[in-house]
């Protein structure tokens, strides 16, 4: 999509200035799906300067290109939210490192996204300005969810308000909902992408992500992002050569493994099917496909819990209202009131819940019941994934949501713990080890929903991840076919 | 000056308090089994340009929140870096300290709500820190002269790399509550020593050690005054082997403060054991107006600061950092100094320890007698602890910020060696030095007429004109009332203006008194 953009801007079929026009107004139109919460309208500018380097053939790789930016990634001098009361009127002096990247390769941040609070949910419907609805819809008169938390920038994507977005995946964040929206949704490796400036959930599994329609725009918006940061000191250099993406890719040398505890409790039949389906593909076409055995999988939902809840407490100490964010208008006695009636009028139930558990879990006398404890069991979930790489397996291939897109009331009905351990069942080990992740979607439902698949690769073999769902998504056609 | 004056009366108080309660005690309580153990935990602020996790400056006396990356006041999305100076301060004080260095160490968060803390908790090394197990030896030394010095060794647990708040100010005017994050981040090593010191005297003269070394190896100011180096001490009793319930004395910022603190913490757990009462386990401060510690009662409930590993820091390893340029590049340490001196110049401890705690004044030692060596270490040791300093104090003046050059002084310690000028003279020259700088003490000498009387007709002539003009306190030495040479003495500077040679008056005066 993004080559085929650059081609019309090159030849001068479509003009950059044209093309962002085009983006606001069908952000206009499609506004009843809420993906924005904050659409940047004074690009003008920018699309202007665009045109000219066009002009002039100094055009760089992502020149006049729209990009969404889910609302957790820091934007200079636009309101910047995670969908929370506490950051409602909180504005960024600085960009996050992704977001000045992406912009220094030319591409024009269109707005901001939706999500759930500080990207605490996986439907994008915990969010103060309401839930984003998916682009699919099974019946005329029901709402499915987006899935989330980065439910925003997926159906702006699906819905072709733009070609490409940013995400942020903690236990599955980008590639539940791109799997709900049919869209292909990539987690790299942590350590690959700067954090800097991404609002942190779980800072040792939080990683910046994108949401494209087609793998290879995936690769060209990662390839302007990757680099090392000296802002963050987890993000590595590795000298990843994103051009080495265009090499050859032979499936018939790949060995695949299919963790049989992913037939979980709850998975839907159709999902189930879709997964068989794929599997068969590429034995089809001769790559090696075996059942392989990840005994701890069925505990790292619990573990997640934990250890979120703990990272979530401290992370979250510092929105008191002192110095940016939320203040309560009322008067106060003390510092500690102040603090907590800011905090209990501006956090949503959800967030405060998980502040109380990880308080709770990092008790001195708790600590080493619960958040040690989650350590060590993240170790072994960890182990799994490296005894599957050891034994020369290649990729692993999983369902990534269990189901497809829920409906909104049915969804609502739920409480969050509970959504987001069935949700992210399938995506969040990913998150425990480190390694990439990318959703493609596979086909339709009996109800027309998009069911979709997950590739996962050993930490830093991103490329090759991304070779093979390319590989994968041009046997299966899926967005040729529904596009 | 007068601060300093105004301390030492109240240490005395505390002092005699403690020994007027130590003769009272009752047949029950004997105080003499109760022994009393303290611990102290320093705070240094490591001198830096930036600060331990960002790129903002650590200038102290900068405008309010100017020295403020977007780190430092917690925005959100921010991430911390590590500031190898920082890390290289901290390695080169736990090498001097012999302290062994851990080749991984790591950071964690301590949580806690403070206004001046925006991120809600602190960055600190709590379970893995830089260094372990070293160790600071030093002299104690009473001013009373009856108790001698000893020397004592002191071991230091661990010391480890944190973060500084920032300040509150409360505002008396809008009534509000201020904030200022310029500090907020520095870089501090903690260093936290195990308790085995005895009282305040102890621990004002490790702080003194302490600020001794940092003085050479230049990773702490060590200005108290700007808050550079606060100390934290714990203090508990007991009457058996095993360590009694302690209380914290937290941010003492001076050396009279620590020694004071703990002098008074010491006798008021004494006090309430004596009263049958039990010591609290507490955090309290130190007042400095009425001399006591007082609870510091926010502060008493139990704080679970709910450590947790620092997710976005990588852990530290020393193998990036070049340690044995650092070993190499220690300076000469204070413990070698202080032995090269009492060697060199027959100085005791004591006299050496004066000299080594004003660093300025030691370097002005060594230049004047580098200078030349002929010169008598004594009186140039006199000349300056005692002169010079008494008139930097008459003035207010730190020895640091003096102008006045070692050769004015060692010019001042020639002319009393030669004896152009009396002890009364040089203590005029030294005075009028600060006021004329552009003259030479022998030049104001001159001017003013100061030299030494030491012409032995002149001083003959005195002898027998004080002699003639008090014939009954002649009468009466040679009565035998040998004392009476002194008031004769008194007469001859009194007439001279304090110029004559006295040693040489006083000989020729026995001469005349015992032939005549």
Not at chain 1, 449 to 469: E, G, H
Not at chain 2, 260 to 282: C, P, S
Not at chain 2, 355 to 365: I, K, Q, R, Y
């Amino acid at each position: 999509m993004i080559s085929l953009l650059n081609k019309r801007l090159r030849d001068r079929t479509l003009s950059a200035i044209d093309l962002y026009g085009k983006t606001l107004s069908d952000i206009e139109n499609k506004s009843n799906l809420n993906a924005f919460v904050h659409v940047i309208r004074d690009g003008d500018q920018r699309a202007v300067d665009s045109h000219k380097r066009l002009q002039n053939g100094t055009q760089r790789p992502l020149e006049g290109i729209p990009i969404a930016v889910k609302d957790n990634f820091c934007t200079k001098g636009v309101p910047t939210t995670c969908a929370s009361k506490m950051l409602q009127n909180f504005v960024p002096t600085y960009d996050a490192t992704v977001v000045e990247r992406l912009k220094a390769a030319g591409a024009i941040i269109i707005g901001k996204t939706n999500l759930d609070e500080f990207a605490m949910g996986s439907g994008t419907v915990d969010s103060i300005f309401g839930p984003t609805k998916n682009v699919w819809r099974s019946n005329p008169n029901q709402w499915h969810i987006a899935g989330g938390s980065s439910g925003g920038s997926c159906v702006a994507v699906a819905s072709g308000m733009c070609v490409a977005a940013l995400g942020s995946d903690t236990g599955g964040s980008i590639r539940n909902p791109a799997s709900y929206c049919g869209v292909v949704g990539f987690k790299p490796t942590y350590g690959l992408l700067s954090r800097y400036g991404l609002i942190p959930l779980v800072n040792s599994m939080d990683v910046p992500g994108i949401i494209a329609k087609t793998v290879e725009d995936v690769v060209t918006v990662l390839s302007v992002m990757i680099g090392p940061d000296e802002n963050d000191s987890t993000c590595v250099d590795t000298n990843l050569d994103t051009n080495s993406f265009q090499t050859d890719f032979s499936i018939d040398k790949c060995r695949i493994g299919i963790p049989e505890e992913y037939n979980c409790e709850g998975l839907s039949d159709e999902v189930k099917e879709t997964w068989d389906f794929v599997a068969n593909l590429i034995n089809d076409f001769k790559g090696t496909v075996k059942k392989v055995s990840m005994p701890h999988t069925s505990v790292s939902i619990a573990t997640y819990s934990v250890l979120n809840a703990c990272e979530v407490a401290s992370n979250m100490s510092r929105y008191t209202g002192l110095f940016y964010g939320y203040r309560s208008k009322n008067d106060h006695k003390s510092f500690d009131s102040l603090i907590t009636t800011s905090r209990m009028e501006a956090l949503g139930e959800v967030v405060r819940s998980r502040i109380l558990s990880g308080n709770f879990f990092l008790l001195r006398s708790n600590y080493e019941k619960y958040f040690m404890q989650s350590l060590k069991v993240r170790r072994l979930i960890s182990e799994d994934f490296k005894n599957i790489w050891k034994s020369n397996y290649d990729f692993l291939v999983t369902p990534t949501t269990l189901t497809t897109a829920p409906l909104l009331s049915e969804f609502k009905s739920l409480d969050n713990r509970t959504q987001c351990a069935t949700q992210d069942y399938c995506t969040q080990p990913a998150n425990m080890t480190g390694c990439p992740a990318i959703t493609i979607p596979v086909k339709l439902s009996n109800n027309k929903m998009p069911i979709s698949i997950q590739i996962m690769a050993s930490n830093f073999d991103d490329i090759r991840l991304l070779q093979f769902a390319n590989w994968l998504e041009k046997k299966l056609q899926f967005s040729q076919i529904h596009l | 000056m007068y601060i300093r004056k105004l301390l030492t009366k109240h240490t005395l108080q505390v002092i005699n308090h403690l020994k007027l309660s130590r003769n009272k005690s009752t047949n029950a309580f004997d105080k003499h089994k109760w022994k009393s153990v303290v611990g102290l935990e320093i705070h240094a602020q490591i001198s830096s340009e930036s600060k331990l996790f960002s790129a903002a400056g650590t200038k102290f006396d900068a405008v309010v929140n100017s020295q403020v990356a977007l780190f430092d006041a917690a925005i959100p999305g921010t991430l911390p870096r590590i500031n190898e100076k920082c890390v290289e301060a901290a390695i080169l004080t736990a090498l001097v300290l012999g302290c062994n260095l851990n080749t991984e160490s790591s950071f964690d968060r301590k949580h806690y709500f403070y206004a001046d803390m925006p991120a809600g908790y602190q960055i600190t090394q709590q379970f893995h820190p830089l260094a372990e197990k070293g160790q600071i030896t030093f002299h104690v030394i009473d001013q009373n002269i009856k108790n001698l010095p000893y020397s004592k060794t002191s071991l230091i647990k661990q010391i480890q790399l944190e973060q500084d708040s920032g300040r509150t100010i409360y505002d008396d005017f809008s009534k509000n509550s201020l904030i200022d994050l310029n500090r907020a981040g520095t870089g501090l090593m903690e260093l936290v020593f195990e308790p085995d010191l005895c009282n305040g005297l102890e621990a004002s003269a490790l702080v003194k050690e302490l600020l001794l070394i940092f003085e050479r190896i230049k990773t702490c100011s060590g200005r108290m005054e700007e808050g550079a180096l606060r100390v934290d001490a714990n203090v508990s009793i007991t009457d058996s082997d095993k360590l009694g319930t302690r209380t914290e004395i937290k941010n003492l910022g001076s050396i009279r403060a620590v020694q004071l603190a703990v002098d008074y913490e010491i006798f008021r757990q004494l006090n309430l054991i004596k009263e049958g009462k039990e010591v609290v386990n507490e955090t309290r401060g130190w007042d400095s107006i009425t001399n006591k510690t007082i609870s510091m009662r926010d502060k008493e409930v139990l704080q679970d600061y709910r450590f947790m590993p620092e997710p976005n820091l990588l852990p530290l390893n020393l193998n990036k950092f070049d340690i044995k340029k650092l070993q190499t590049n220690i300076p000469e340490l204070p413990t070698v100094t202080r032995n090269n001196i009492m060697s060199k110049y027959g100085f005791n401890i004591r006299k050496t320890t004066t000299l080594m705690n004003e660093p300025v004044l030691l370097s002005m030692f060594f230049d004047i007698m580098n200078n030349d060596s002929l010169r008598n270490p004594s009186r140039v040791w006199n000349v300056l602890t005692i002169e010079f300093l008494t008139e930097l104090n008459k003035r207010s003046i730190e020895p640091k910020q003096s102008e006045i050059p070692s050769s004015v002084i060692g010019e001042v310690v020639d002319l009393l060696d030669n004896n152009t000028v009396n002890l009364v003279h040089a203590r005029k020259v030294i005075a009028k030095i600060f006021d004329e700088k552009n003259k030479s003490p022998s030049q104001i000498v001159i001017e003013n007429n100061w030299e030494q009387i030491s012409n032995i007709e002149e001083i003959e002539k005195l002898c027998k004109e004080v002699m003639l003009e008090y014939p009954k306190a002649v009468k009466d030495y040679r009565r035998g009332k040998l004392q009476a040479i002194k008031f004769l003495i008194s007469h001859i500077a009194k007439k001279t203006n304090e110029r004559a040679n006295l040693a040489l008056a006083s000989k020729k005066l026995e001469e005349f008194l015992k032939n005549d």
